[in-house]
Structures are given as C-alpha cells and as structure tokens.
C-alpha cells in the first residue's frame, strides 16, 4: 500500500476484460442493447439456478426493484421497517406515498427486531420491510409469523445478501425465498456486481409475470399497457456482465472470506472493539466487515474513522445518519430517538473497515495495526495550565 494511495471501504471485483470482450462482440454483432435481450434472459435463468430460487426478474438497480415491489403486491398505507439502513430502503416507501413506520433493532443481528413489530402494527399497516443487514439474516421465522397473524406482506430488502444462505431441517436453502419477495443489489459497491443492476425474486411465475410487466411501463404486448409501470429494465450489457461474474463470484468470496479471519484475529481482544457474530445456521457474503467502537476503545467511533482517513484508510460509518434522522422522515413519531435505543447506540459506533477482494494482506495488517494503536491525542497544554500562568514562566 503506497502512501499516496487511499484504501476505499471496497473496491468493485471485475472479470479480466479479454474475457468480457468476446461477450460484447456478441452485443455489437446482434445489436440487441436492452428489452429482455439474449443475455438479460441467460442471466436470469443462470441466477436461478446459482442462487436456488424460482423466479428472478433482473433491474437496473435495487431501489427501482424495491419501488416496483412494493407496486407488484400494491402495498399502500404504513409499511413497518429499519432505521438502519441505507436510505433507499425508506425511500421506495415514499415514492410509492407509503407511510414508513420505523421500529428499533435487534443487538446482535442489527436487523429488524421481531418483538418490536407487533406494538408499531395499526389497522393501516399492510407490509413489513426489513433488511437483511451486511447479509446477516433477519429472524424470517418470527417475522413470517407476525405477518401470518396479522394478514401483512413481506418484502425483503436483501440489497447484501447476494448468495446467503440459511440451514433449514439440515438442508441449506436461500435465504431469499423467504417472504413475499427479496430484492437484491448489483450496484459496483455490491459483493456481487454488474456496474448497477438488482433483481426481484418471487416465488410464483404469475408474480414474476406482474413485476416483468411493472418494470417495461406495464406493457403487455405491442399494443396493451396493464398498469402504470416504469422503466426498470436491465441492459444486455449489465447481464452479459453479470453472466460473466458468476464465474468469479465464489472465489471473491473465498478471499473476502480470508480477510475477515484476518482482521478477527488481527483484533481480538482490543478492548471496546466488537465484530458481530455470525450465526452458525447461515452462510456468509463477508460483503462488509463492520466493527462496533464502544466506551471502552482508546478513542470515540469518529476519532478512529478520522484517525484512518488521515492515513489514507476510507473506512465508512454504514449505517450513519440513521434514515430516521433525514428530514424527510424525523417528523414521524416513530422516528423519535427514544423509541429506536438499539439502532441509535449501533449508529454511533459502527465502522465498516475495507473489505474486498484485491485486498492485499499487508494492507490488512497495517489498517489492523492502525487500529489497535489509536490513542487519545495529546493535548497541546496542560488541561489545568491557564494561558496567562504559561506566559508568565
Ligand atoms: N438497500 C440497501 C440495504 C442498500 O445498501 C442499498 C445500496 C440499496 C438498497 C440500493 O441499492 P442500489 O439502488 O444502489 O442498487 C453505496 C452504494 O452507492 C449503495 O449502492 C449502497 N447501498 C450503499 C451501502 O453504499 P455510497 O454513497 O457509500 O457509495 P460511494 O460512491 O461512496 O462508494 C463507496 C466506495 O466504494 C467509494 O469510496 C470508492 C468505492 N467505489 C465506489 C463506486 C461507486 C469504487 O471503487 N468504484 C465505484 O464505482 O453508497
């Protein structure tokens, strides 16, 4: 790691470009650019398949995937959900004119806490929205029950959760087909990518049918527009790409894998620092590496996130601000501080360090030693010193 050259929290994993190039020889030969192309429909059908689940339907990026799910099950009034996330969970629940309801979350997860649902449920809550936080699983048994008692739809935002998955009866499934619908994110920061791009999954091929109409202005055929769609279609582009990345997708991983076990035993048993733990019945993307800083560490969160930007380190603070804090949602009463503690305390103290596959181990070992030396800085006087006794020795 040069000096002069700052580490980012990630950094996009991309395929050799010559093997690209034979992908997009074919685009330029068919010139098929968009519109449910050869390798849109290629891509789907391998996600499929790598994933284990039915029906996948490809966006151009994740909020409008959220958006448009939130259409496809015409989801109105209040939809139950996180404030920590990143603000696009809550913003596709205002570009559809539903109210967000934000209820605090879990300590160990930092996903939705089941046992905060019920209370926030009125007679105008249709939906719930949780995410599954850094790829960590929600608890979809206890939430699926809430929405069996109380008639409610569930969407997943599972923007991080690309490949998760969970052991149900002893068999791995993923994590994806819980609930109603998931969606997932492609965009370049993802650790799967396809520049930008998400997908919605569904569990039947009639709702599959819907979203694919919902996402091409609702059209049906040349002539026939069924519903008030938009345009959220995937580029050959971005799926040729994508098809190519899943090639790729189980070593970046691997090696993400190897650094997170790095920077654990880097940092174990520096007081004040915390990993989350990883459940034993789920599989993990390693997608983000989050810390939380406690009392008890040498110097506040912020300290230590400015401390490592100073030596080229662009740790990030995902999730801070929480959404509920942006001023389009901290009029709400749910977003009252008091009433999300777990959420407001994880907010203060997370810090996501840099994780990605061309990591290099040397930077791992010097972000982890810049860490673990953080001390307090020296203040320039004597606290009890006045000015005027300095200047008169
Ligand atoms: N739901 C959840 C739970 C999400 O986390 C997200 C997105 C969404 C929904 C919406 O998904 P999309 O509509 O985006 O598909 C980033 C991403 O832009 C955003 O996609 C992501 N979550 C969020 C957690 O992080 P920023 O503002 O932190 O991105 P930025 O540009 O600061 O990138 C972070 C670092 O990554 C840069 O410092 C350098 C590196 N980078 C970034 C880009 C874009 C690169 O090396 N190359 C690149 O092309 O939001």
């Not at 300590?107 to 046992?115: E, G, I, K, M, Q």
């Not at 939906?127 to 069996?148: E, F, K, M, N, S």
């Not at 030693?369 to 006794?389: D, K």
């Amino acid at each position: 790691m040069s000096a002069h050259q700052p580490i980012y929290v990630t950094q996009p994993d991309l395929p050799p470009l010559e093997e690209f190039l034979p992908y997009l020889q074919q685009i330029w030969d068919s010139r098929v650019l968009t519109n449910s192309g050869p390798f849109h429909q290629r891509f789907e059908a391998a996600l499929c398949e790598h994933l284990g689940v039915k029906h996948v339907s490809l966006f151009t990026n994740a909020t409008i995937a959220l958006v448009t799910a939130l259409q496809s099950l015409r989801i109105t009034g209040e939809v139950i959900t996180t404030p920590y996330s990143f603000v696009a969970t809550a913003h596709s629940l205002l570009w559809n004119g539903i109210k967000p309801v934000f209820v605090d979350i879990d300590p160990v997860t930092l996903n939705l806490d089941p046992a905060q649902i019920e209370a926030a449920i009125t007679p105008q809550t249709t939906a719930i929205l949780p995410v599954h936080c850094y790829g960590t699983p929600c608890d979809v048994q206890a939430i699926q029950r809430i929405a069996d008692d109380y008639n409610l739809k569930v969407i997943y935002d599972a923007a991080h959760a690309f490949g998760v998955q969970r052991q149900e009866d002893g068999e791995w499934h993923s994590v994806l087909n819980h609930g109603d619908l998931s969606v997932l994110s492609f965009h370049a920061t993802k650790v799967f990518n396809t520049f930008e791009g998400g997908a919605i999954i569904s569990p039947d091929a009639k709702t599959k049918q819907r979203i694919d109409h919902l996402k091409n202005f609702g059209f049906v055929n040349e002539t026939t527009v069924v519903a008030t769609g938009i345009n959220g279609k995937m580029s050959e582009f971005n799926a040729a790409l994508g098809l190519l990345q899943l090639q790729h997708i189980a070593k970046a991983v691997a090696r993400r894998q190897a650094i997170e076990t790095r920077y654990r035993s880097l940092l174990a048993g520096v007081p004040g620092l915390r990993f989350l733990e990883r459940p034993s019945t789920a599989t993990a993307n390693h997608s983000y590496l989050p810390v939380l800083v406690g009392p008890e560490f040498a110097v506040s969160r912020d300290a230590l996130y400015q401390r490592l930007r100073e030596r080229g380190v662009m740790a990030r603070r995902y999730f801070y601000p929480l959404i509920s804090d942006f001023p389009m949602y901290r009029g709400l009463s749910s977003a009252h501080p008091a009433g999300l503690p777990v959420a407001r305390q994880a907010s203060a103290q997370v810090l996501c360090l840099p994780i990605y596959p061309a990591l290099e181990d040397a930077d791992v070992q010097r972000i982890a030693e810049l860490i673990r030396s953080a001390r307090p800085e020296a203040s320039f006087l004597p606290a009890a010193a006045p000015v005027t006794t300095l200047l008169a020795a």
